[in-house]
Nanobody, 124 residues
Framework: QVQLVESGGGLVQAGGSLRLSCAASGRTFSRLVMGWFRQAPGKEREYTAGISWGGSLTYYGDSVKGRFTISRDNAKNTVYLQMSSLKPEDTAVYYC?????????????????WGQGTQVTVSS
C-alpha cells in the first residue's frame, strides 16, 4: 500500500509559477514510478507528467511540455511538479499517482495509488 499526499496548489495569475509536491509513504519510494495527472471540471483525468525510479527519465503530456518539470527527491520520498508560464486552461485538480510499471504509462488504469488532489486555479 502507498499513501500519497499532494500540496502546493493555489491561485495564481496567468504567466505565473507554482510548485506542487507529493509526499509518499508505505513502500520503498525509490522503486516507484511516479506520475502527475490533472482533471478539470467536466473533463476526463489527463496525464501530465511521469518520472522513472531514479529520476533520469521524464515524460510529459503535450499540453504542458516545455512549461512543466517533474522531479523527485528519493531521500525525502517526494515528487515535485514545477509549473511555469501557467495558463487559465491549466486550472484543474492535480493528482499524484504511483504504481505504474513504466514512467511512460499515460493511462489512469496503469496507476494503482492516488493522492487526494490539490486545486490549481489560474486567473486570466
Amino acid at each position: 500500500q502507498v499513501q500519497l499526499v499532494e500540496s502546493g496548489g493555489g491561485l495564481v495569475q496567468a504567466g505565473g509559477s507554482l510548485r506542487l509536491s507529493c509526499a509518499a509513504s508505505g513502500r520503498t519510494f525509490s522503486r516507484l514510478v511516479m506520475g502527475w495527472f490533472r482533471q478539470a471540471p467536466g473533463k476526463e483525468r489527463e496525464y501530465t507528467a511521469g518520472i522513472s525510479w531514479g529520476g533520469s527519465l521524464t515524460y510529459y503530456g503535450d499540453s504542458v511540455k516545455g512549461r512543466f518539470t517533474i522531479s523527485r527527491d528519493n531521500a525525502k520520498n517526494t515528487v515535485y511538479l514545477q509549473m511555469s508560464s501557467l495558463k487559465p486552461e491549466d486550472t484543474a485538480v492535480y493528482y499524484c499517482a504511483s504504481g505504474a510499471r513504466t514512467a511512460q504509462s499515460r493511462r489512469t488504469a496503469e496507476y494503482d495509488y492516488w493522492g487526494q488532489g490539490t486545486q490549481v486555479t489560474v486567473s486570466s
